[in-house]
């Protein structure tokens, strides 16, 4: 039978929003760009996949004839969201064609049949564990940004390492994000119980995983987790999301976070530091965003200089002690640790040798590594 049905405007686009992402952009199978439409006895059911992350939605929906089809997933969240309508009616016309139509307008859209579209992977939700919104939200605004680029380093830093970690009555999460040259950690203790999470390897997320997680949680205040041998599951209000899992290692980050040397140490205005970096960070070199830190007694002058468009120096008031120290980091690195923190002060250890340590009393559980660079 062909697919006909009517469905709320809002509906479909707050589901497209979300698929179109997963829907891959280029690839060999051209299917992989479509998102599957098909009926039950529940609505509309749409499905995306790249191969690595399948995400599905379930929207109500009037059925007036049940089917099954694959459209554009751009060009529908396009059409879709250009419409003014609040109803919208789908019907499927012969080989694979579909109108879109509303009360004043309407459109044409080739489709491809729903079973050249992959299986959706197996799932169980028998112990799925919910955990806070909010929580997994923190873990993910503070790391991802230093998870590796692809090609910036080795692979099994181009995801997310998450961990679990019980002790006494207190269940805590961890994830930790780094690509070589700085490190990210960022721990939460859980209201809910994580016995039955099942973390006894390496769970490593892809990145693009990890985006599309973060946007799944602004759907529902509470998220079910599901790990598997080789995938990890999440499922927030009508949303499920599948992801396979990074089979690499994960460099041993604990012993590189107990072997930094806080003794020497500072402390500084979050707010003014991040918008001297700002300043600075015009004139440093594109490639490696190159900035000198020179401290001395209560005072920090940063610095950048390019050989093509100038130079940059800032002095800011700091509270600090130690010996005088001159010793340079990438500046975006060193901008965007602090951009997302809390707290109106927070301490820097620096060393010549070792990574930087930066970390807040208002950012509990956070703390932030980079490695010093020679100028």
Not at 30 to 45: H, R
Not at 270 to 288: G, P, T
Not at 289 to 305: D, P
Not at 358 to 363: A, H, L, N, S, T
């Amino acid at each position: 039978m062909t697919l006909a049905l009517n469905v709320s405007r809002l509906d479909l686009l707050a589901a497209l929003a979300l698929l179109q992402n997963v829907a891959a952009k280029k690839g060999t199978m051209a299917i992989l760009a479509n998102i599957l439409l098909e009926t039950d006895q529940d609505g509309l059911l749409l499905t995306a996949t790249d191969l690595e992350i399948g995400i599905r939605c379930r929207v109500p929906a009037e059925i007036l004839s049940p089917g099954a089809i694959t459209l554009p997933a751009k060009k529908l969240f396009e059409v879709i969201k250009e419409t003014e309508e609040n109803q919208i009616n789908l019907s499927e016309y012969e080989n694979f064609w579909i109108k879109i139509s509303s009360k004043n307008s309407d459109c044409r859209m080739a489709g491809i049949e729903a079973d050249e579209f992959p299986e959706f992977p197996d799932y169980s939700e028998h112990k799925m564990v919910g955990i806070s919104s909010l929580l997994l939200r923190s873990l993910l605004d503070k790391t991802t940004y230093a998870i590796a680029q692809e090609g910036e380093s080795t692979f099994n830093l181009t995801g997310l390492l998450l961990e679990k970690e019980i002790m006494a009555d207190d269940h805590v999460l961890r994830a930790v994000s780094s690509n070589g040259h700085r490190l990210a950690l960022m721990e939460k203790r859980s209201e809910e119980d994580l016995s039955d999470l099942v973390m006894d390897r390496v769970i490593l997320i892809p990145k693009k995983g990890v985006q599309e997680l973060r946007k799944l949680c602004d759907e529902a205040e509470k998220v079910f987790l599901g790990i598997e041998e080789k995938q990890i599951v999440f499922k927030a209000g009508s949303f499920i999301l599948v992801i396979r899992l990074m089979s690499d290692d994960f460099p041993n980050y604990k012993s590189i976070v107990h072997s930094v040397n806080e003794t020497n140490c500072l402390e500084v205005e979050r707010k003014k530091l991040m918008n001297s970096l700002r300043r600075v960070n015009i004139f440093a070199d594109d490639r490696f965003s190159a900035v000198s830190f020179v401290m001395a007694s209560n005072n920090m002058t940063i610095s950048s200089q390019s050989m093509d468009y100038g130079s940059a120096k800032e002095e800011i008031p700091i509270v600090y002690n130690g010996d005088p120290l001159e010793v340079g980091f990438n500046g975006r690195y060193f901008y965007e640790s602090i951009q997302l923190m809390a707290s109106e002060n927070i301490k820097i250890c620096i060393n010549k040798k070792s990574p930087c340590f930066i970390k807040g009393d208002d950012d509990r559980g956070y703390l932030s590594m980079i490695m010093p660079m020679k100028l």
